[in-house]
């Protein structure tokens, strides 16, 4: 009798599916893809258009709002990917599509063309959005209902998300660092080219994981996102509260606004969407317990977007503060560590915390000491914010010292990875417990819309965070600026229309005019540029009024002068000004954060009365979404 040999499918490694290493590696190099493109995205809209290593000459309010908006986007569209893999086309499918997309996103960004940027990200936002939500319900496929591997096989499949998104800050912030910003989108690209190899090559082992949904699996109990909207718009109350909101979709845009109206008039007209669907849902709950898991819901989003309102600070505010202010060199090596290089620091502490954090938990709950999924969301919240506590100190040594030392961001990711660690994989379990049965699918999409808004929060205190800049132009020619430019020589600058920096002194003279002194000659170089704009100078004056600059107490200024449209433009940054805006930045994320943890935790009690036990039922593990640490989605 000859031996039967299993299908591909049933194969085993390591005591594991072996598709659960297809998606592993598959996984891996999709993280490396989108965390090297994340660390230096940023950095790359700052670079000045006619530097050594040009970018898109961006300043750095505009690039913390289109990062914000780029993060908040790959979250959000993860929900129409979720539905469209859930009704038509299956999980696996699904990420076959969102792979050769991100491919596409990824290598139209290394295309220096300013078409290809925009381009290349909307890529990126759908191909995410097609394979993020699905491909972790894949792995989930692997293991039956009840088998013990699977939790251990999560802990397989993040190890991988961890290792691609520590190498990837690494390697594509070097490669960008050296030879251009493009060829690191390129290696970006070729890592999520690698990455489909494997899936395609591992199709014969996950031929039995999410397949085309069946008819009976598609109309499943759970309630349509078509069938909310006809109960909201039939409900009188519903519908007067959904129309109040979406008329202030237009008016606060266009009357408080000064940029991006339209695109604040489209992400307040679906926060009124999504406020009449937590109407509508609450109105069709059926009795007490439900009510007030649902308001418990509530709060847990609520917690969702301040975390990640803060922690999102990662590949904007902290990464710029990276590359702008901090002294990266590192003598006993002789190197300058890239600024990208610290996106690496979050997935290694992940690595080598996430085991010894997960068991300080479970050992204090084997003590029967406060382990509530509440709690220690709650709890992360306040030693994320805490991690800013460094940042705080960071501008201090900064103001005394000119740079601020490398160990200062460090520890702030450190606390921030511990924060995360507490936070992040009870969030989305929780939800999943308090959720109606038949809001479950609606419930894990808001999870994700408050993840993505989280996001645009940290978009909008990054922006915040920006002294707004007083724009100048060039009057002088290259003999009468040769002895200012720093460092360089003025010869090639101007053959080569290079990007420029004159580093001054500011102050106000006894007749109130403002004055400029080149830091190195003592000179008064007022003359060498116009200002632009008819307020400019009486704004400039009104802004360094508190400081009282003068003679004896001058503000270091930097002459910003850019490239672009055949002359010369460029901006006067004041140091101090910026300096301190950032220390109010920091200062505020932790006295907000640390406060709102105190608020949830005095409010434990009453909030774990109204889930009426439903963590108690339930034996805790490690939750297939909930666990997705180094993701920007759930990390």
Do not use: C
Request: glycine residues 10%; charged residues 20%; proline residues 2%.
């Amino acid at each position: 009798m000859e031996a039967t040999t299993k299908p591909a499918y049933q194969k085993e490694l390591f005591g594991h599916p072996a598709g659960l290493y297809i998606l592993f590696f598959t996984e891996l190099w999709e993280r490396f893809s989108y965390y090297g493109m994340r660390a230096i995205l940023t950095l790359y809209m700052l670079a000045k258009v006619s530097s050594e290593n040009p970018g898109l000459g961006w300043e750095e309010g505009k690039a913390l709002a289109t990062y914000g908006w780029y993060t908040m986007l790959v979250y959000v569209v993860s929900i129409p990917g979720g539905i469209i893999a859930d009704k038509i086309l299956g999980q696996k499918k699904s990420v076959m599509i969102g792979g050769w997309l991100l491919v596409a996103g990824h290598g139209v960004l290394s295309i220096e063309q300013d078409w290809a940027f925009f381009s290349g990200l909307l890529l990126i936002v759908l191909g995410v959005g097609m394979l993020k939500p699905n491909i972790s319900t894949m792995v989930g496929g692997l293991y039956k209902e009840g088998d013990s591997r699977r939790d251990k096989g999560f802990s397989i499949f993040y190890i991988g998300i961890n290792v691609g998104a520590a190498v990837a800050a690494i390697l594509v912030g070097y490669i960008a660092s050296e030879y251009g910003w493009h060829y690191g989108f390129g290696l970006a690209a070729i890592g999520m080219v690698l990455g489909q190899l494997v899936y395609i090559y591992g199709q014969k082992y996950l031929s039995h994981v999410g397949n085309k949904p069946s008819l009976i699996n598609a109309n499943d109990a759970s309630v349509s996102i078509k069938e909310i909207f006809q109960r909201m718009l039939s409900t009188k109350k519903s519908l007067a509260v959904l129309v109040l909101l979406v008329a202030l979709s237009f008016v606060i845009p266009i009357q408080f606004m000064d940029t991006e109206v339209s695109a604040y008039i489209v992400f307040f007209i679906f926060l009124s969407v999504v406020v009449g669907f937590m109407m509508t849902v609450y109105e069709d709950l059926n009795g007490k317990v439900e009510k007030d898991r649902f308001i418990v819901l509530l709060l847990s989003f609520l917690i969702v977007i301040v975390f990640w309102g803060a922690f999102e600070q990662a590949g904007g505010l902290l990464n710029i503060y990276a590359q702008q202010k901090t002294d990266r060199f590192l003598p006993a090596f002789d190197y300058t560590v890239p600024a990208a290089f610290f996106q690496s620091l979050n997935p290694t502490y992940i690595i080598i915390f996430g085991i010894p954090v997960a068991g300080f938990w479970a050992w204090m709950k084997s003590r029967g000491k406060e382990a509530s999924s509440i709690f220690k969301m709650a709890i992360g919240v306040i030693i994320m914010g805490l991690g800013f506590v460094f940042m705080v100190f960071a501008t201090m040594d900064y103001e005394a010292n000119g740079e601020s030392a490398i160990y200062w961001l460090i520890f702030a990711y450190l606390l921030h990875t511990i924060g995360e660690l507490s936070a992040s994989p009870v969030a989305l379990s929780f939800i999943t417990k308090l959720a109606p049965l038949r809001y479950g699918a609606l419930m894990m999409g808001l999870y994700f819309a408050a993840t993505g808004l989280g996001n645009k929060v940290a978009g909008i205190i990054g922006e915040s965070s920006q002294a707004a800049r007083i724009e100048i132009g060039l009057s002088a020619d290259q003999s009468q600026l040769s002895q200012f430019i720093a460092n360089e020589d003025a010869e090639d600058v101007f053959k080569d229309n290079k990007a420029f920096t004159i580093e001054t002194q500011l102050y106000k003279n006894s007749s109130g005019e403002v004055v400029f002194e080149d830091v190195n000659t003592g000179e008064q170089i007022n003359s060498i540029f116009t200002y632009q704009g008819e307020n400019s100078k009486s704004e400039l004056l009104d802004r360094i009024d508190p400081y009282d600059a003068s003679k004896e107490n001058q503000l270091l200024t930097y002459l910003k002068f850019d490239y672009k449209e055949g002359k010369y433009n460029g901006i006067i940054a004041i140091d101090q000004f910026q300096t301190d805006l950032e220390f109010k930045t920091f200062t505020g994320i932790v006295v907000f954060t640390v406060a709102f943890g105190i608020l949830v935790i005095l409010l434990l009690k009453p909030l774990k009365r109204l889930t009426h036990g439903a963590e108690e039922k339930e034996i805790e593990g490690l939750e297939a979404e909930g666990f997705e640490i180094a993701d920007d989605e759930v990390k």
